[in-house]
Every structure is written in structure tokens, then in C-alpha cells.
């Protein structure tokens, strides 16, 4: 089974500094990564996908996240926060061609400081 | 581009009534899955379907059914609510159910009284 573990439910920021969300996984075969954002009372929005491509992946609004299998991770990564940024973020797994269902972590609360 | 519908946004209903979410995934995604997530809780997988069959089941009550129409749209039946079926219910459609990306709707928020 696969599973997904998100290090701190909140995390906090000042404005202009880096972000750094951890997320780390249990797959016994090679896994499909996703981050997604949620901002309140809104739907998940894709962020970055990792499918067995480059370990290094760039996404939307400047955030990026590298595969480490070594280390199991997959810890996404901001070089300098906007305030625009707060939200929450979860980090999901799921198996290629076993149906495709995404399992979530817990989620990250991203505040940012101005 | 077009994204996935639900409707309605936002339902309440009292204990023990019955309730009824409706999915439109994106034109051409053949694949819909539907989430669980309450509050302050991760999103939690329910059900799916892949070519109006039932692909892959999760932690769904056996007081709720869902199914895929002819013309792809999905519906999720809950029946007898409980208190408990508060939360935000996702649905998200794929035109890979090999597990390449899914996109989300925006929600439908349950409110059981």
C-alpha cells in the first residue's frame, strides 16, 4: 500500500523568503507524485507532477520539487514566497495504471509573513 | 478551457435525508473519481469510474452508490446522512486512468443539520 507523510502541518514564511514544504512517501513500485494547492473554500489545483520522468520538476507560480528515491522524498520548494502563497498544500501518491486513485497526506498550512 | 462541473456548490439537509452530488468532467476524460475530504482532513478517496463501470472503490459508505451516465457525467447518491457526512466532496476527472494527472472541481459542501 502506498502512503504519503506531510512534516508539519503549518509552516511560516516572511515574505521573500524560501518555502519549503516536505513530503515523504512509502511505495513498494515506483510512485506518481503530485502537489496540489488549496486555497479556502476552493478545489485542489495541480501544482507539479513527477511521473517517472526527471526527478527535478518545475510547476506553476515558480514552485518546484525533485524525486529523491534514495531518500524517498518529494519536497517541494519556493526560492522566495509571495503572499499569494498561503494556502494549503497536499502531496499525493498514486501507481501508474492501478487505477489511478490519489492518496493524500495531511496537508501543509502555508503562511506567509509580511 | 473547460473544467470540471458540480453541482450543486452547496447543499444542506437534516439527519437521515438523502442527498444526490453531480460530476461533468472535462470533454473526452472517460475517467471520475470522487473524494471525501472533511474538515481540516486530507482528501479521502471514494469511489471510480472508468468507461461507465466502477474501476476502484475506497472508504465509501455503503449507504451511498454513485455511477457513470452514457454521457460520462457521474452522480454520487448518499442516502440516511449522518451528521458525519458533513465535508467537502471532490470530483476530479482523467483522461488517464493510468494515473497521469486528474483535475479537480470546485467542490460541493455538504452541510448534514
Not at chain 1, 518555502?19 to 510512485?31: F, I
Not at chain 1, 501518491?93 to 509580511?114: A, D, M
Not at chain 2, 473544467?3 to 447543499?11: A, D, M
Not at chain 2, 471525501?36 to 465509501?60: A, C, N, R, T, V
Request: one cysteine or more; a neutral charge.
Amino acid at each position: 500500500a502506498q502512503s504519503v507523510t506531510q512534516l508539519g502541518s503549518h509552516v511560516s514564511v516572511s515574505e521573500g523568503a524560501l518555502v519549503l514544504l516536505r513530503c515523504n512517501y512509502s511505495s513498494s513500485v515506483p510512485p506518481y507524485l503530485f502537489w496540489y494547492v488549496q486555497y479556502p473554500n476552493q478545489g485542489l489545483q495541480l501544482l507539479l507532477k513527477y511521473t517517472s520522468a526527471a526527478t527535478l520538476v518545475k510547476g506553476i507560480n515558480g514552485f518546484e520539487a525533485e524525486f529523491k528515491k534514495s531518500e524517498t522524498s518529494f519536497h517541494l520548494t519556493k526560492p522566495s514566497a509571495h503572499m499569494s502563497d498561503a494556502a494549503e498544500y497536499f502531496c499525493a501518491v498514486t501507481i501508474y495504471n492501478q487505477g489511478g486513485k490519489l492518496i493524500f497526506g495531511q496537508g501543509t498550512e502555508l503562511s506567509v509573513k509580511p | 478551457a473547460a473544467g470540471v462541473i458540480q453541482s450543486p456548490r452547496h447543499l444542506i439537509k437534516e439527519k437521515r435525508e438523502t442527498a444526490t452530488l453531480k460530476c461533468y468532467p472535462i470533454p473526452r476524460h472517460d475517467t471520475v473519481y470522487w473524494y471525501q475530504q472533511g474538515p481540516g482532513q486530507d482528501p479521502q478517496f471514494l469511489i471510480s469510474f472508468y468507461e461507465k463501470m466502477q474501476s476502484d472503490k475506497g472508504s465509501i459508505p455503503d449507504r451511498f452508490s454513485a455511477q457513470q451516465f452514457s454521457d460520462y457525467h457521474s452522480e454520487l447518491n448518499m442516502s440516511s446522512l449522518e451528521l458525519g457526512d458533513s465535508a467537502l466532496y471532490f470530483c476530479a476527472s482523467s483522461a488517464d486512468r493510468g494515473g497521469n494527472e486528474q483535475f479537480f472541481g470546485p467542490g460541493t459542501r455538504l452541510t448534514v443539520l
